[in-house]
């Protein structure tokens, strides 16, 4: 049963492995057998060590990988990753888009240039890397598939593409456009073997919370676990939906968010 | 502990409703190759005694139990011969379900007797599995729970009303089960698309699933790594949630142009 699990001589592509999810959904994939490159959601310093760390963790397990410094919402740097991952490994399976970047501000008081970065961030990267991705896989569909199928996208958005939060309408706005996006692309390459699903995480340790410690007080009484999740409980999906097992999943949002979508 | 181990499910437990045929076969199969021993229950004993000889055939222990789940007694002696047995349940799959007479009827066409066999097939029979079953996960600090609804809970049917309300109900019991025993005992639910269970008659009714984004319909054996998945220690912070197996239908429809038109953007 296992069997149908495993990674092995698979690639895969994590964006965003400086958060806490992208971490630990590379580190997933790694462990279940596939090669692993990682890259950042935007360039700083932080994020480059971060991803670095990450991809330490990959050859750790005696996989193939690397880690590149991109923004993720620029077209150049996302074609170049992708190029990188196919050049290196000599094909991409999988790809993971883990971009986050949390935003939250009273609506009157966001600029027009501060909405579209949050959008570009949290959205239209998802888009880039998609195509980027997509046009390579959907290359292979063409000459023939493989077992388990031409490709693998997973997207990765939070509880906030389906609740909505003050003070967070363009971080809502996007997640919710990734949910609805990761729809419409799997329709549009489902005859391709490509499938495109979303990992709708709940609120995670590690990630950004709004309204720090009293905020999160608040949210662990609000939740059925009483807890925050810990990265790794959220990232075994990646590894489900990456796998042959999950052949005909596709265009699906899988929530792990310990209840909190159960709530009134 | 990697991530594959987790999936293991050694020592564990499972009762599986309505494992004679179908998916409910393919799954107790797939939670013995994972290393779970079976319960398999259903209402036809020779059915339930080839699941048992396949899963035996794994080198995993099968009890039979014959049970009618719309009968809560029955329900009772079930869960009562199982602790009998293996002194505990880790794994509960409330699988047993389907059509119904009058199942496509016309409302005012649909008895009394005909809307309460569908309520308590599809629905029912889920409740009176988690009733008798839960305390003793909750006893024992740790359980989980997959319900089996359709993707006929989450949309409707033109006269299909039974069905409809019963998967649907069966989808909210689960997220209560969630909001009154998370995190002691997981509860979610799997919608399967379009199987038809090696059926030929039913795989041609559905058009060999031609109009499915996938362009294919279900195999049962694709149940069962799922099935697998909601077990294991991999999904202990899923809850209360469902996830829809069905090559696509559900996103967006299955409707003839449901996928991939290409509309030109103009002015671009």
Known sequence: MQEEFSLRDRNALVIGAANSLGRAAAVALAEAGANVGVSTTIRSRAEEVAANSCANEVWALDRKGFAQAIDAADEADVDALVARAVSEFGRLDILVNAHDLPFARPLVEISAQEWRRAIDVNLTAVFLASRAAGRHMLERAQTGARPGGSGRIINVASVLGERGMANGAAYCAAQAGVINMTRALALEWARAGITVNCIGAGWTEGMGIIGGEEGRRQLERYLPYKRLAKPEEITGVAVYLASDAAEYLTGQVIWVEGGALSHV | ?268
């Open chain 2, 1 to 268: 502990m990697g991530v594959l181990d987790k999936l293991r499910l050694d020592g564990k437990i499972a009762v599986v409703t309505g494992a004679g045929r179908g998916l409910g076969r393919a799954m107790s199969l797939a939670l013995a190759d994972a290393g779970a021993d079976l319960v398999a229950t259903a209402r036809t004993a020779s059915q339930i005694e080839e699941t048992a000889q396949l899963v035996r055939e794994k080198g995993r222990e099968c009890l039979t139990v014959t049970c009618d789940v719309t009968d809560s007694s029955s329900v009772q002696a079930m869960v009562e011969a199982t602790l009998a047995e293996y002194g505990r349940i880790d794994i509960l799959v409330n699988n047993a379900g389907g059509v119904t007479p009058g199942f496509a009827n016309k409302l005012p066409d649909i008895d009394d007797r005909m809307w309460r066999t569908g309520i308590d097939t599809n629905l029912t029979g889920a409740v009176y599995c988690c009733r008798a079953v839960i305390p003793h996960m909750v006893e024992r600090g740790s359980g989980k729970v997959i319900n089996v609804t359709s993707g006929f809970g989450l949309r409707a049917g033109r006269d299909n009303f039974m069905y409809t309300s019963a998967k649907a109900g069966l989808i909210n019991f689960t997220r209560s089960l969630t909001m009154t025993y998370a995190p002691v005992v997981q509860a979610n639910l799997i919608a399967p698309g379009l199987f038809p269970h090696d059926d030929p008659a039913m795989a041609e009714w559905w058009k060999q699933g031609k109009f499915t984004p996938m362009g294919r319909l279900g195999k049962d054996e694709e149940l069962g790594p799922l099935c697998v998945f909601l077990a294991s220690d991999l999904t202990s912070y899923m809850n209360g949630q469902i996830i829809v197996l069905d090559g696509g239908g559900l996103a967006g429809g299955h409707a003839p142009t449901g996928f991939a038109p290409v509309v030109p953007l103009e002015g671009v």
